[in-house]
């Protein structure tokens, strides 16, 4: 596509039209805002900007942003009946980024409320579809962004992962999505969930279109103090050097229940073509898995119920009215809050009470280390790990909201590197019996996006995609 608009033989103005007639014409309710005349404005001066040759890396192409990253003068909901008329006063510097190279956002994209959720069914604007079959779930939190792109509604989305929000739902839609080291990217402008564990990441169709978002969005932010002052490279060009003489490493407790045998089977067979094209596969363990999901929801729901404080209608959030004070934060967040977050708010502030904080949140943090030393270990061995993303493709609309248990577990294995702060991306590796999208995870050292996507373009070559 960027070629053809180099070339001039399509405009942006064309091609951002017939995004938002895709958009206004789909069943999925994948955006939360669109505004076309904003994103024309914008195809309009990027036209003249590649009349003139002076056109971004970026230029002309569609781009959807999850609706808890800030796009200066454009509401930032969380998909939340809190924030429903928040409009954000500057933008977050990934979208700054985009915009720097002449990406055009037509939009905010629907996801689970503040981000806390697995299948894209807890937003105040109703549930996301699944493009694939509408009575099935698109995965969580990143819902709609990752729809959108399924969909070929934008050319690629931004999503935020906290324990696999960008992955999880890149494999249900078979889509990329890719989750970067913990502080490769800034989080300035995302509104917080679990701090020590947000990244946002880009879902795209292909590998090569991730580098590219990848390479556009990373670098140092003087605004965040955990951004990495690190370099960024020319990861399209790493992919160019195949996994020949590559050490592959297949941890034998993701190869287990609950993944289903349709999805071991399907990274199995993925595996066997990876050792074809020059790649070496290792039996290694990593013995503390078992514990990783436990230990992010204490983690991430003290971090939550922390980081949601501030939304008790005086600092931030919409306010109900009540008789004093006290009745209206009660008010205020008994009608502001959907149900999940409120179970993760009170989950939270019983981690952190003063008589259960050593049995939970710092055990959890000890465990946090543990698994951190696993993954150590194991990159002795190897220069990367391959597993499943989810243990099972995407379920049906309602089947898991009864029970959050099981809801939880959809997470199961990507929680380990947001832990762990590793990078990490979920990559399509085929199909069930319903024709439902499989998704491989690559999980990396840290900072080394390169090899992690270098192994993801192979397992595109081995699908036949060129």
Not at 293 to 314: H, I
Request: glycine letters at 10%; hydrophobic letters at 40%.
């Amino acid at each position: 596509m960027r070629s053809l608009l180099l070339r001039r033989e399509v405009s942006c103005v064309e091609v951002v039209g017939a995004c938002l007639q895709r958009i206004a014409q789909s069943p999925l309710n994948a955006f939360v805002s669109v505004c076309p005349e904003r994103a024309l404005r914008q195809a309009c001066a990027v036209d003249e900007r590649i009349a003139r040759h002076r056109a971004g890396m970026l230029a002309g192409l569609a781009i959807g942003v999850k609706d808890n990253i800030n796009v200066r003068g454009w509401k930032t909901t969380c998909a939340s009946r809190h924030l429903a008329d928040y409009v954000a006063p500057f933008h977050a510097t990934a979208v700054r980024r985009l915009l720097r190279q002449d990406a055009i956002v037509l939009g905010k994209t629907n996801m689970d409320e503040f981000a806390m959720g697995s299948s894209g069914e807890s937003s105040h604007f109703g549930p996301t579809r699944n493009p694939h079959c509408l009575e099935r779930v698109p995965g969580g939190s990143s819902s709609g962004s990752a729809a959108a792109v399924a969909a070929r509604e934008v050319w690629a989305a931004l999503g935020s992962d906290t324990g696999g929000s960008v992955r999880q739902p890149a494999s249900f839609c078979g889509v990329v999505g890719l989750k970067p080291t913990y502080g490769r990217v800034s989080r300035y402008g995302l509104v917080a969930f679990g701090s020590s564990l947000d990244q946002i990441g880009p879902l795209t169709l292909s590998v090569q279109d991730c580098a590219l978002v990848l390479q556009v969005i990373a670098g140092h932010d003087p605004h965040e103090a955990t951004s990495s002052r690190l370099p960024v490279l020319d990861w399209q060009r790493e992919l160019d050097r195949g996994i020949s003489g590559l050490r592959l490493g297949r941890p034998a407790e993701y190869f287990q229940p609950p993944a289903s045998a349709e999805v071991r089977d399907a990274v199995d067979a993925t595996l066997a073509q990876l050792v074809g094209a020059g790649a070496g596969v290792e039996e290694i363990s990593l013995p503390h898995t078992d514990y990783a999901v436990a230990t992010y929801y204490v983690t991430c729901t003290a971090e939550a119920s922390s980081n949601l404080a501030r939304f008790d209608g005086m600092r931030y959030g919409a306010r109900s009215a009540a008789n004093d004070l006290d009745e209206t934060y009660v008010a205020t967040r008994t009608l502001g809050f959907g149900p999940e977050v409120k179970r993760r708010i009170l989950l939270g502030c019983f981690v952190l009470s003063a008589g259960h904080y050593q049995a939970y949140y710092d055990k959890a943090q000890r465990v946090r280390t543990l698994i951190a030393q696993d993954f150590a270990r194991a990159f002795e061995k190897v220069d990367c790990l391959v597993t499943p993303t989810a243990p099972t493709t995407a379920f049906r609309m309602g089947k898991r909201t009864v029970n959050p248990l099981t809801m939880y577990l959809s997470d199961v294995y990507t929680v380990s590197a947001s832990l762990c702060g590793l990078p990490a991306i979920s990559v399509p590796c085929g199909r069930d019996a319903n024709g439902l999208p499989i998704g491989l995870q690559v999980i990396g050292k840290p900072f080394d996006e390169g090899t992690v996507l270098r192994v993801a373009r192979a397992v595109e070559i081995a699908r036949g995609q060129r």
